[in-house]
C-alpha cells in the first residue's frame, strides 16, 4: 500500500528508525519567498512562496517537481547567490550571507573550467581559500577524490577531450576534493545519457555512503530522487511551494541490492507521481478556468 | 515471484583508458605544403601563359616572371628594402600602442559598469566610423609625417580590440562564474582564474581583427598621407610610373605579408586556446 507520509515541521515526527529524529538540522529554511523582478514590466515573478524546510546532517534529501517550479532557485539561495524576498536560510544557524567552504556545488551544465585539466580543475576548489593545503597534501587528496569518482588516468585530459559523464565526474570531484559538509547537486545528472545516468546514480549512491556528506539534490527524476534519497521533497508549481516530503524507506545500499526491482521502490514512485500528475492536471484546469 | 537478478551496475564505459599509436604516412606532415607548392605552380604558370599570349593588355597584365624579377631587382637595388622596413616598423609600433590601450580598457569597459556607460558611445562611434574619413583631419593636426601614418594605425586597429575585449568579458558563462564563487574565488582570483581566460580567445581575436584594421590603415596612411615613404608609396609610384611589374610586386609582398600574419594569428589562437577548437585532431 501506498503510505502518504505528512509534511514535516517537527524533526520529531520524521521517519523510522530514528536516524535523524532529534538531530538539530543543519539546513533551515523558514518561510522562505523567492522572485524575480522585471524591470521592464515593472512586475515581479514569484518563484517560490512560504518555503519551509529542514535538511539534517548526514541525510540525502532530494527535491523533485516540475520544470520551472524553482528548484534551481532554492538551491542557489543555499548556496548563496541570491537572497530570499522573505524568510531565512541558516546553516548551522549562521544566516546564510554568500557562497562558504562548507558548502560546494555541483552544476547541471558542470561548470568545469575549460582551459584546466581535470587535476588543475580540481585543485581550483582547494586553491583559493585559505589555509591553502600544502602541494603533497593536495596531490594526494586530489589523487583520493579522482579515483573515487573513476578519474584515475585522465588527470592531464582537458574536459573537451572527455564525455559529458566525465566531466560531471570532475564536477563531483571538485565538490568533494575539500570536504564540505554540504553538497548542493543542482539536477547533476540531467545532461548525461540515459545509460551512464544509471551508472553514476550507483556510483554516487557508493561514493556518498563513503564521504557521509549530506546532500541537497535537485532532479526532475522521480526514479533518480527514491532511488539515491532518504526524503523526497514534492515541490508544485508556479509559485512552487512543498505540496509533500515524502520518507523514502528502501534500504541501502539500494544500486547493490537492485532497489527498482523492490516492490516499495515502484509504490513510491507511483506515490510520488501522482502527486505530481495530479499538481499538473490542477494546473491545466487552473489555467483553463482563468 | 520474479527471479531475475538485478543487473549489477555497469562502470561507464569511458573510464577504461585505451590509448593506440597512430602509424601515419611519413609524407603526411609534407602533404598540405606539397599541395600549396603545386598549387602556386600551376597558379603562376597560368598567368605567364596568359600574359605570353597577350589577351590582356600587358600595360596591367604583365608577366609573373617579369613581376618577381620586379621584385628581385627591387630588393637588390635597395628600392623595396628600406619601404618595407618603414611599414612592418610602423605596422608593429601602431599594433603594440593599440593594444597596450585598447586590450585593458576594452577588458575594463566588460568588467566595470560606469566606464562602459562612459565610453561606449565613443567606441561604438569610432568603430564604426570609416577610418578614411579622418584622413583630412589627421593631415590638418598632424601634417604628412611619420606620426600622421602611425597614428591611424593605432586608431584603425584600437577599436575592434577594445569591442571584443569587452564582448569577451560580458559573455563568460556565468556558471563558470558562481562556480568560481562556490570554490571560493575572491576578487582577483576570479579575475585571473576565471574571466581572463575565458576572455582570451575574444582578445585574440580583437588582435586578429586589429592587425586587419591596421593592415588598412596603414595603407591609407601611406597612399593618401603623402608621407613619401612605406609600400603605400610604393605602390602609388608604380602606378604613377605605369609599372605594372614593380605595382603586381608590391601587392604580392602585400598579400605574403598579410597571410603570414594571419595565420600565425591563428596559430597563435590554436595554443591559446585549445578547448575553442574541438573538433581539430
Ligand atoms: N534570472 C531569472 N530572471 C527571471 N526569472 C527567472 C530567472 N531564473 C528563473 N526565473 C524564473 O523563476 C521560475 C523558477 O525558475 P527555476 O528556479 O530555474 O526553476 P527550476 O529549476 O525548478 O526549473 C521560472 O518560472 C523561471 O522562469
Ligand atoms: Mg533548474
Same mark, same amino acid.
Given at each position: 500500500? /501506498?503510505?502518504? @507520509?505528512? $509534511?514535516?515541521?517537527?524533526?520529531?515526527?520524521?521517519?523510522?528508525?530514528?536516524?535523524? /529524529?532529534?538531530?538539530?538540522?543543519?539546513?533551515?529554511?523558514?518561510?522562505? $519567498?523567492?522572485?524575480?523582478?522585471?524591470?521592464?514590466?515593472?512586475?515581479?515573478? #514569484?518563484?517560490?512562496?512560504?518555503?519551509?524546510?529542514?535538511?539534517?546532517?548526514?541525510? &540525502?534529501?532530494? #527535491? @523533485?517537481?516540475?520544470?520551472?517550479?524553482?528548484?534551481?532557485? *532554492?538551491?542557489?539561495?543555499?548556496?548563496? &547567490?541570491?537572497?530570499?524576498?522573505?524568510?531565512?536560510?541558516? @546553516?548551522?544557524?549562521?544566516?546564510?550571507?554568500?557562497?562558504?567552504?562548507?558548502?560546494?556545488?555541483?552544476?547541471?551544465?558542470?561548470?568545469?573550467?575549460?582551459?584546466?585539466?581535470?587535476?588543475?580543475? @580540481?585543485?581550483?576548489?582547494?586553491?583559493?581559500?585559505?589555509?591553502?593545503?600544502?602541494?603533497?597534501?593536495?596531490?594526494?587528496?586530489?589523487?583520493?577524490?579522482?579515483?573515487?569518482?573513476?578519474?584515475?588516468?585522465?588527470?592531464?585530459?582537458?574536459?573537451?577531450? *572527455?564525455?559529458?559523464?566525465?566531466?560531471?565526474?570532475?564536477?563531483?570531484?571538485?565538490? *568533494?576534493?575539500?570536504?564540505?559538509?554540504?553538497?548542493?547537486?543542482?539536477?547533476? &545528472?540531467?545532461?548525461?545519457?540515459?545509460?551512464?545516468?544509471?551508472?553514476?546514480?550507483?556510483?554516487?549512491?557508493?561514493?556518498?555512503?563513503?564521504?557521509?556528506?549530506?546532500? &541537497?539534490?535537485? /532532479?526532475?527524476? #522521480?526514479?533518480?530522487?527514491?532511488?539515491?534519497?532518504?526524503?523526497?521533497?514534492?515541490?508544485?508549481?508556479?509559485?512552487?511551494?512543498?505540496?509533500?516530503?515524502?520518507?523514502?524507506?528502501?534500504?541501502? $545500499?539500494?544500486?547493490?541490492?537492485?532497489?527498482?526491482?523492490?516492490?516499495?521502490?515502484?509504490?513510491?514512485?507511483?506515490?510520488?507521481?501522482?502527486?505530481?500528475?495530479?499538481?499538473?492536471?490542477?494546473?491545466?484546469?487552473?489555467?483553463?478556468?482563468? | 515471484?520474479?527471479?531475475?537478478?538485478?543487473?549489477?551496475?555497469?562502470?561507464?564505459?569511458?573510464?577504461?583508458?585505451?590509448?593506440?599509436?597512430?602509424?601515419?604516412?611519413?609524407?603526411?606532415?609534407?602533404?598540405?605544403?606539397?599541395?600549396?607548392?603545386?598549387?602556386?605552380?600551376? =597558379?603562376?604558370?597560368?598567368?605567364?601563359?596568359?600574359?605570353?599570349?597577350?589577351?590582356?593588355?600587358?600595360?596591367?597584365?604583365?608577366?609573373?616572371?617579369?613581376?618577381?624579377?620586379?621584385?628581385?631587382?627591387?630588393?637588390?637595388?635597395?628600392?623595396?628594402?628600406?619601404?618595407?622596413?618603414?611599414?612592418?616598423?610602423? =605596422?608593429?609600433?601602431?599594433?603594440?600602442?593599440?593594444?597596450?590601450?585598447?586590450?585593458?580598457?576594452?577588458?575594463?569597459?566588460?568588467?566595470?559598469?560606469?566606464?562602459?556607460?562612459?565610453?561606449?558611445?565613443?567606441?561604438?562611434?569610432?568603430?564604426?566610423?570609416?577610418?578614411?574619413?579622418?584622413?583630412?583631419?589627421?593631415?590638418?593636426?598632424?601634417? =604628412?609625417?611619420?606620426?600622421?601614418?602611425?597614428?591611424?594605425?593605432?586608431?584603425?586597429?584600437?577599436?575592434?580590440?577594445?569591442?571584443?575585449?569587452?564582448?569577451?568579458?560580458?559573455?563568460?558563462?556565468?556558471?563558470?562564474?558562481?562556480?568560481?564563487?562556490?570554490?571560493?574565488?575572491?576578487?582577483?582570483?576570479?579575475? =585571473?582564474?576565471?574571466?581572463?581566460?575565458?576572455?582570451?580567445?575574444?582578445?585574440?581575436?580583437?588582435?586578429?581583427?586589429?592587425?586587419?584594421?591596421?593592415?588598412?590603415?596603414?595603407?591609407?596612411?601611406?597612399?593618401?598621407?603623402?608621407?613619401?615613404?612605406?609600400?603605400?608609396?610604393?605602390?602609388?609610384?608604380?602606378?604613377?610610373?605605369?609599372?605594372?611589374?614593380?605595382?603586381?610586386?608590391?601587392?604580392?609582398?602585400?598579400?605574403?605579408?598579410?597571410?603570414?600574419?594571419?595565420?600565425?594569428?591563428?596559430?597563435?589562437?590554436?595554443?591559446?586556446?585549445?578547448?575553442?577548437?574541438?573538433?581539430?585532431?
Amino acid at each position: 500500500m /501506498t503510505q502518504a @507520509v505528512p $509534511s514535516i515541521t517537527d524533526p520529531a515526527l520524521l521517519g523510522d528508525g530514528g536516524t535523524l /529524529t532529534g538531530r538539530k538540522p543543519l539546513i533551515e529554511i523558514r518561510n522562505v $519567498s523567492a522572485g524575480y523582478e522585471n524591470k521592464r514590466a515593472k512586475t515581479r515573478l #514569484i518563484a517560490l512562496r512560504d518555503v519551509t524546510l529542514e535538511v539534517y546532517p548526514g541525510e &540525502f534529501l532530494a #527535491i @523533485v517537481g516540475p520544470s520551472g517550479c524553482g528548484k534551481t532557485t *532554492l538551491i542557489n539561495m543555499i548556496a548563496g &547567490f541570491m537572497k530570499p524576498l522573505e524568510g531565512t536560510i541558516t @546553516v548551522r544557524g549562521e544566516k546564510v550571507d554568500g557562497p562558504s567552504a562548507d558548502r560546494a556545488m555541483v552544476f547541471q551544465d558542470y561548470a568545469v573550467l575549460p582551459w584546466r585539466t581535470v587535476y588543475n580543475n @580540481v585543485k581550483f576548489a582547494l586553491e583559493n581559500r585559505r589555509p591553502r593545503p600544502n602541494k603533497d597534501e593536495l596531490a594526494t587528496r586530489i589523487a583520493k577524490v579522482l579515483a573515487m569518482v573513476g578519474l584515475s588516468g585522465f588527470e592531464q585530459s582537458y574536459p573537451y577531450e *572527455l564525455s559529458g559523464g566525465m566531466r560531471q565526474r570532475v564536477g563531483i570531484a571538485r565538490a *568533494l576534493v575539500s570536504d564540505p559538509e554540504i553538497l548542493l547537486m543542482d539536477e547533476p &545528472f540531467g545532461a548525461v545519457d540515459a545509460m551512464t545516468r544509471e551508472a553514476m546514480q550507483a556510483e554516487f549512491e557508493k561514493i556518498i555512503a563513503e564521504t557521509g556528506q549530506t546532500v &541537497f539534490f535537485i /532532479t526532475h527524476s #522521480i526514479d533518480e530522487a527514491v532511488a539515491l534519497a532518504d526524503r523526497v521533497v514534492v515541490v508544485s508549481s508556479r509559485p512552487g511551494h512543498i505540496k509533500e516530503i515524502v520518507d523514502i524507506d528502501l534500504p541501502r $545500499s539500494r544500486f547493490a541490492e537492485g532497489v527498482k526491482s523492490n516492490p516499495r521502490f515502484g509504490e513510491l514512485r507511483e506515490h510520488i507521481w501522482g502527486l505530481l500528475q495530479a499538481e499538473a492536471l490542477g494546473a491545466k484546469i487552473g489555467g483553463a478556468g482563468v | 515471484m520474479t527471479t531475475v537478478q538485478p543487473a549489477p551496475a555497469k562502470p561507464d564505459e569511458d573510464v577504461s583508458s585505451i590509448t593506440e599509436a597512430i602509424t601515419r604516412s611519413r609524407w603526411a606532415p609534407f602533404r598540405s605544403l606539397i599541395i600549396t607548392v603545386l598549387n602556386l605552380t600551376v =597558379f603562376f604558370t597560368i598567368w605567364q601563359l596568359i600574359a605570353l599570349a597577350e589577351v590582356i593588355n600587358p600595360l596591367f597584365f604583365p608577366k609573373a616572371t617579369a613581376m618577381f624579377s620586379a621584385i628581385y631587382t627591387g630588393f637588390a637595388d635597395g628600392i623595396i628594402g628600406p619601404e618595407l622596413w618603414h611599414s612592418v616598423q610602423n =605596422f608593429t609600433i601602431g599594433l603594440i600602442i593599440a593594444s597596450v590601450i585598447g586590450i585593458p580598457l576594452g577588458l575594463l569597459m566588460g568588467g566595470v559598469r560606469i566606464v562602459d556607460l562612459i565610453l561606449s558611445p565613443y567606441v561604438w562611434a569610432m568603430a564604426a566610423l570609416p577610418r578614411v574619413a579622418l584622413i583630412p583631419l589627421l593631415i590638418l593636426i598632424l601634417g =604628412f609625417g611619420n606620426s600622421m601614418q602611425l597614428t591611424i594605425i593605432v586608431l584603425s586597429a584600437v577599436f575592434p580590440m577594445m569591442v571584443n575585449c569587452m564582448e569577451g568579458v560580458k559573455t563568460v558563462d556565468p556558471s563558470l562564474i558562481r562556480a568560481g564563487r562556490v570554490f571560493g574565488a575572491n576578487g582577483p582570483q576570479m579575475y =585571473f582564474k576565471v574571466i581572463l581566460p575565458f576572455t582570451l580567445p575574444f582578445v585574440i581575436s580583437g588582435i586578429n581583427q586589429g592587425i586587419a584594421r591596421g593592415l588598412v590603415g596603414m595603407l591609407i596612411g601611406e597612399l593618401l598621407g603623402g608621407g613619401g615613404e612605406g609600400l603605400g608609396f610604393l605602390l602609388d609610384r608604380a602606378g604613377d610610373q605605369f609599372d605594372a611589374p614593380m605595382l603586381y610586386g608590391t601587392l604580392l609582398i602585400l598579400a605574403v605579408l598579410s597571410v603570414g600574419l594571419v595565420q600565425g594569428m591563428r596559430w597563435v589562437e590554436r595554443r591559446a586556446a585549445p578547448w575553442r577548437d574541438q573538433s581539430r585532431v
